[in-house]
């Protein structure tokens, strides 16, 4: 199991996790990413990836109200174990974009939709306003978390639970308030108290995965309001998208000049600044749980190369193109034709240099720090052999970074201080044994 220790997660070896992936979501029927097959996950799984955001949608696992369809649950929990036997952990969440398809956009059963317009839909979830069978649609989706959590409990691969993706404000919060707009009160009251209703019934179901809350969702804009919560295994997730490239329908590779790259940069680094300013403010784990949805690969590799720096997990949007998604991008997908096998052409392989990355995935120790120079592809990390506050280091418990062929085609260097190498001349995973209380650096350069 993974688990959160303060700032950090850690696994039962008490090493720091850091994960790289892609969301794995469908937002209309069948909900669930059924295509998704072995193929896909060996795909990931030889790029270094070891994360995937999947979803559960309301509308799948409530038909009707206090009707919960069992089948479409284990459907979701099959991707989990299907992802789980190649090395890829899972995150959970209830997704959900504008509300349901009733208001233009997914999530929400048709009887939980109380109103044609998302954002007076919105305003009647916070106030737990009774839908047809006099029952509160917030009660209700509570009810529907405890119900899956239930399913879920047993299931270590899964990393933590995210109880709703990208809530609004909703009406009964006036400008400035709204979507895509910080809401400080409505953060600290109405969604807060939301949080601490369905952290209880998941809780009460014996779940003891980390809980990842988010924010409105505004993409950093202003530095989030929520509070830190008395449960101790919460952490924080965040969005951010640049509108110039997210909109983009540019293919540009690694490496090449890009204007909106450029202009998205100084955006970047202080939206997504906030954001982990923020978890660390809180002394919580931060997880980027959305970001990208386009080719242009020079911003999509600085945002990964930034978050790098933080050692933040992070899932991509998104896996697929989900060209009859609601809210779809013209050029989200890591795939070409969402028909065809992840191989040869339909991959883009383009894109994939901006996110396959070298990177720790755990750490047998406490981080210092990180980076990657794409243009001489240095990479380099340091960290302290001692664990971090809240966990302990099992003896024994190794370091092991992934270090991609497709950047060191012709192998590479690895010049490490303070531990040793237990892993083979130019093995696609880097691991790393070190005693106990040593600073360990590492550098990584290709082999000429």
């Known amino acids: 199991r993974v688990r959160r220790a303060g700032r950090w997660l850690v696994d039962e070896q008490g090493r720091v996790v850091v994960l790289h992936g892609f969301n794995v979501v469908r937002k209309n029927p069948p909900f669930v990413r059924a295509e998704f097959g072995d193929t896909d996950a060996q795909l990931l799984a030889d790029e270094g990836f070891t994360v995937a955001r999947i979803g559960f949608v309301w509308e799948g696992v409530e038909p009707e109200p206090g009707r919960y369809d069992d089948a479409y649950i284990a459907r979701v929990l099959e991707l989990d174990g299907l992802l789980r036997r190649h090395g890829i952990r899972t995150v959970v969440d209830f997704h959900q974009d504008l509300w349901s398809r009733s208001t233009l956009g997914d999530g929400a059963p048709a009887w939980a939709t109380l109103d044609t317009n998302f954002n007076?839909?919105?305003?009647?979830?916070w106030r737990d306003d009774p839908g047809p069978d006099g029952i509160g649609i917030q009660t209700r989706f509570v009810r529907a978390w405890a119900h899956v959590a239930r399913k879920l409990r047993q299931r270590?691969?899964?990393?933590?639970?995210?109880?709703?993706?990208?809530?609004?404000?909703?009406?009964?919060?006036?400008?400035p308030c709204g979507p895509f707009t910080r809401c400080p009160e409505f953060e600290r009251g109405a969604l807060a108290g939301f949080y601490r209703r369905v952290i209880r019934a998941i809780r009460s179901r014996g779940v003891r995965q980390p809980i990842f809350v988010e924010g409105v969702a505004d993409s950093g804009a202003q530095p989030p309001a929520l509070p830190k919560f008395r449960d101790t295994q919460t952490a924080f997730s965040f969005h951010f998208y640049c509108l110039l490239t997210q909109l983009s329908g540019a293919e540009v590779a690694v490496g090449t000049p890009s204007p909106e790259a450029e202009a998205c940069a100084p955006i970047e680094d202080h939206q997504i600044g906030n954001f982990t300013e923020?978890?660390?403010?809180?002394?919580?784990?931060?997880?980027?749980?959305?970001?990208?949805?386009?080719?242009?690969?020079?911003?999509?590799?600085q945002i990964v190369?930034?978050?790098?720096?933080?050692?933040?997990?992070?899932?991509?949007?998104?896996?697929?193109?989900?060209?009859?998604?609601?809210?779809?991008?013209?050029r989200q997908g890591l795939l070409r034709d969402d028909t065809q096998p992840a191989t040869g052409a339909n991959v883009k392989q383009e894109k994939l240099d901006a996110f396959a990355v070298p990177?720790?995935?755990?750490?047998?120790?406490t981080p210092g720090s990180t980076s990657l120079d794409r243009v001489?592809?240095?990479?380099?990390?340091?960290?302290?052999?001692?664990?971090?506050?809240?966990?302990?280091?099992?003896?024994?418990?190794?370091t092991a970074v992934f270090v991609p062929a497709r950047m060191y085609p012709t192998g590479y260097v690895a010049d490490v201080q303070g531990a040793r190498i237990v892993s083979a001349p130019d093995a696609r995973w880097l691991l790393l044994h070190a005693?106990?209380?040593?600073?360990?650096?590492?550098?990584?350069?290709?082999?000429?």
């Not at 007076?120 to 979830?125: H, I, N, Y």
């Not at 995210?162 to 809530?167: A, I």
């Not at 990177?359 to 120790?365: K, L, N, R, S």
């Open 120 to 125: 007076a839909a919105f305003a009647a979830f």
């Open 156 to 175: 270590a691969n899964i990393v933590g639970l995210d109880p709703l993706n990208e809530p609004y404000p909703g009406s009964d919060y006036p400008a």
């Open 278 to 301: 923020y978890a660390d403010r809180l002394a919580v784990p931060a997880f980027f749980g959305e970001f990208s949805c386009n080719d242009v690969n020079p911003d999509n590799a």
């Open 305 to 330: 190369d930034l978050v790098g720096r933080s050692f933040t997990s992070w899932t991509a949007w998104a896996y697929y193109n989900g060209a009859d998604d609601p809210a779809d991008c013209p």
């Open 359 to 365: 990177h720790a995935v755990t750490i047998a120790g």
């Open 376 to 398: 001489s592809r240095t990479y380099t990390l340091s960290y302290r052999s001692k664990a971090v506050p809240g966990a302990r280091l099992r003896p024994g418990a190794r």
């Open 435 to 448: 005693k106990p209380k040593r600073t360990v650096s590492v550098t990584v350069t290709p082999r000429e």
